[in-house]
T-cell receptor, first 114, second 113 residues
Framework: DTEVTQTPKHLVMGMTNKKSLKCEQHMGHRAMYWYKQKAKKPPELMFVYSYEKLSINESVPSRFSPECPNSSLLNLHLHALQPEDSALYLC?????????????FGPGTRLTVL | TQLLEQSPQFLSIQEGENLTVYCNSSSVFSSLQWYRQEPGEGPVLLVTVVTGGEVKKLKRLTFQFGDARKDSSLHITAAQPGDTGLYLCAGRNSGGSNYKLTFGKGTLLTVNP
């Protein structure tokens, strides 16, 4: 089983709202990732978690706050977003983070910020 | 910064035709992955290639990793409308920050019935 699940599938929020995106994998992977993808562009890395600890923050604005409650779950908390933050947010996982390893992506959350 | 040049960027063909998508770099990658993505969905892994010169086949899809591990190609034989999608190559850096996937810009393939 190489499944990464994400909820919700679609999310519409105002600029003053607080919302969260959720990601789950049961492959025993110890590395999890958040990506942002604009239409017809490749995914852009936002955060990397390795063994439930934040390893990499690719200079992401603080209005995006990641959280890894356990080895299977990854959340992305959203607050005071801007319309330009509208995008497809992808979660991915791999066995480990710091060696050559295949990443498996979830289906994504389509976020619209009004 | 390692770059992956992917070409062509857009490709529209008729059902039954063959096509090849290329990913090229001046840098060496420890591995390279190919994904297919449909609109509004996440990328789905097609294959990972690791060894220089490696060739992998997945039904009508043939993937090749260059001998020097700097380039890769995806060849589709007798394309079908179900092959339509965005094809992404992504390489793992051979050293340094190898947690990061370097993505090509993608090839948007449309196969017309």
């Amino acid at each position: 089983d190489t499944e990464v699940t994400q909820t919700p599938k679609h999310l519409v929020m105002g600029m003053t709202n607080k919302k969260s995106l959720k990601c789950e994998q049961h492959m025993g992977h110890r590395a999890m990732y958040w990506y942002k993808q604009k239409a017809k562009k490749p995914p852009e890395l936002m955060f990397v978690y390795s063994y439930e600890k934040l390893s990499i923050n690719e200079s992401v604005p603080s209005r995006f706050s990641p959280e890894c409650p356990n080895s299977s779950l990854l959340n992305l908390h959203l607050h005071a977003l801007q319309p330009e933050d509208s995008a497809l947010y992808l979660c991915a996982s791999s066995q480990v983070a710091l060696i050559a390893d295949t990443q498996y992506f979830g289906p994504g959350t389509r976020l619209t910020v009004l | 910064t390692q770059l992956l040049e992917q070409s062509p960027q857009f490709l529209s063909i008729q059902e039954g035709e063959n096509l090849t998508v290329y990913c090229n770099s001046s840098s060496v990658f420890s591995s390279l992955q190919w994904y297919r993505q449909e609109p509004g969905e996440g990328p789905v892994l097609l294959v990972t290639v690791v060894t220089g010169g490696e060739v992998k086949k997945l039904k009508r899809l043939t993937f090749q990793f260059g001998d020097a591990r700097k380039d890769s190609s995806l060849h589709i034989t007798a394309a079908q409308p179900g092959d339509t999608g965005l094809y992404l190559c992504a390489g793992r850096n051979s050293g340094g920050s190898n947690y990061k996937l370097t993505f090509g810009k993608g090839t948007l393939l449309t196969v017309n019935p």
